[in-house]
């Protein structure tokens, strides 16, 4: 577990407890993380993540490969960031099914098509 100076000590021995490795870094920032693990010996970073940590790692060249995994589920909502209003889901399960995928270069882009339905 990475982490700032700021984190809570009282977290801090939590985890220690737990027997959880802590590496305390003196910037909250993925450069700063990754030059730590290299001196670990960790060559490689899955960064699943949210917006925030994902473009800062981007900014400070922290990443060079991406793969990205698209559910056919529609969640929105205007904290989510999507191109979709509040659809009022609070559940991913509740989200509208979507069948059929299918996938078309368009230049340098990609069209994913679905649709409506229910699942199998």
Do not use: F, Y
């Not at 700021?6 to 737990?18: K, R, T, Y």
């Amino acid at each position: 577990m990475a982490h700032g100076p700021e984190a809570s000590a009282a977290v801090c021995a939590h985890l220690d407890g737990l027997g959880v490795e802590r590496l305390q870094l003196e910037r909250c920032e993925p450069k700063a993380l990754l030059e730590a693990l290299a001196l670990r010996g960790c060559n490689q970073v899955l960064w699943e993540c949210g917006p925030e940590l994902a473009a800062s790692a981007l900014r400070e060249g922290c990443v060079q490969q991406l793969a990205a995994v698209i559910a056919p589920k529609l969640l929105g909502g205007l904290a989510a960031r999507t191109p979709l209003g509040d659809l009022g889901l609070v559940d991913v399960n509740a989200a509208m099914p979507w069948q059929g995928p299918q996938l078309q270069r368009l230049g340098p882009d990609l069209l994913w098509r679905l649709q409506a339905g229910s699942e199998p």
